[in-house]
């Protein structure tokens, strides 16, 4: 599937600084249908404590290590909204092998998610 999205999507390898960074910045509960920003601890613990997921940085470390229970804590977190990258795109319509910006970037894609945060 990723072959057929690879010309419209940036993807890659994300560092755990990476995560706590967009967790922290812009990071939003997915509580019933309703979107809760997480600046606070209780939060996480009343819906993921079942879990052991009890605050902001074991919700990180699930995500990052993909723990046991990646898929309840991957289904809590709303999706991102990020802004177009500061300094803009080189070219949206190439891959990033070939000097542009959609495709497998690895673990150059902190470097894209920190100008866009």
């Excluded at 019933?32 to 920003?37: E, F, L, V, Y």
């Excluded at 996480?44 to 290590?65: A, F, R, S, T």
């Excluded at 991102?80 to 795109?89: A, I, S």
């Amino acid at each position: 599937m990723l072959q057929r999205i690879q010309p419209y999507v940036a993807y890659g390898y994300p560092s755990r600084k990476t995560i706590s960074d967009l967790i922290y910045k812009r990071g939003s509960a997915r509580i019933g249908r309703t979107r809760i920003p997480l600046v606070d601890n209780k939060i996480v613990q009343n819906n993921l404590g079942k879990y052991d997921i009890l605050c902001v940085e074991d919700l990180i470390e699930h995500i990052y290590q993909c723990g046991p229970n990646f898929k309840e804590a991957n289904n809590f977190l709303w999706t991102f909204k990020l802004h177009n990258p500061r300094g803009g795109w080189r070219n949206k319509k190439k891959n990033y092998q070939q000097n542009g910006d959609s495709g497998n970037r690895e673990e150059l894609i902190n470097s894209l998610v920190s100008r866009m945060i």
